[in-house]
């Protein structure tokens, strides 16, 4: 909420609402076939249907073709307001959920889902990447300004992202033989382990299904443990995964 108040107290004074809405977001209806929305709470990727709530970030997906056979999807941004959409440049979004992003750090104590910190900057600010989906990245300059404060004590005094929607790598024992390994193709045998990958897609987390020694490289040994379903392993089992993912 208070993330819509502020942006909305900066809109008046770029004049794009004119008056102050005080009975909570209100959502308006949104033309577009194919567009998500920026929850404030959550910030989660959310698709709108029909609508989306002032104050919202929305991100607008279009299809081009480049030839007869390659289409590549085109993404514009804006934010919503009374009238539907305002279009908004991407570094024009990223400012705004730079904001959002930090409301939710100041409110929760904790990195909100999909983020991570990059890099600090040569100003000493720090750049913070949101990415909630595969295909949708926002680079996010946390800036002393904006804060408040020193950025990297600010960030380093957060809790980990504590939400289900933390991507976390998974481990189970494969329920059926139907299951294709994602790096190889091959089938992944019932009753031997699966690894999974977390991809998100349309504001939700589906795993992509691996063979251990498909994808040892991109998993440290020894941080096996931190692996959703780690626990569910009895321990030979955690033995045979180790060995596995060593190799
Ligand atoms: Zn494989």
Redesign the pocket.
């Known amino acids: 909420m208070r993330a819509i108040n502020m942006l909305k107290a900066n809109m008046m004074q770029s004049g794009a609402i004119s008056e102050p809405n005080r009975h909570g977001p209100v959502w308006v209806k949104i033309e577009t076939e194919w567009a998500y929305w920026i929850d404030v709470d959550s910030l989660n990727f959310k698709r709108v249907k029909k609508h989306a709530p002032v104050g919202a970030i929305i991100v607008v997906k279009s299809r081009e073709s480049i030839d007869d056979e390659r289409t590549y999807v085109r993404s514009s941004f804006g934010i919503v307001d009374e009238t539907g959409i305002v279009e908004l440049t991407k570094k024009q979004t990223c400012t705004i959920l730079a904001r959002q992003v930090l409301e939710y750090m100041q409110g929760t104590n904790h990195w909100p889902p999909f983020t991570s910190r990059k890099r600090v900057l040569e100003s000493r600010d720090v750049e913070v990447w949101y990415e909630p989906t595969e295909y949708d990245s926002f680079a996010l300059i946390m800036t002393r300004e904006l804060i408040g404060d020193d950025p990297e004590m600010f960030l380093a005094r957060l809790g980990k992202d504590d939400t289900r929607q933390h991507p976390s790598w998974r481990v189970e024992t494969a329920r059926s033989g139907k299951t294709k390994?994602y790096?190889?193709k091959?089938v992944i045998l019932k009753s031997r382990f699966r690894i999974g990958e977390p991809i998100f897609s349309e504001g939700s987390i589906f795993c992509r299904w691996?063979?251990p020694?498909?994808v040892a490289k991109r998993i440290d040994a020894d941080d096996v443990e931190n692996l959703d379903g780690y626990k569910n392993l009895n321990a030979s089992e955690r033995l045979r995964l180790k060995r596995l993912l060593r190799q």
Do not use: E
């Open positions: 390994c790096s190889c091959d691996h063979h020694r498909c």
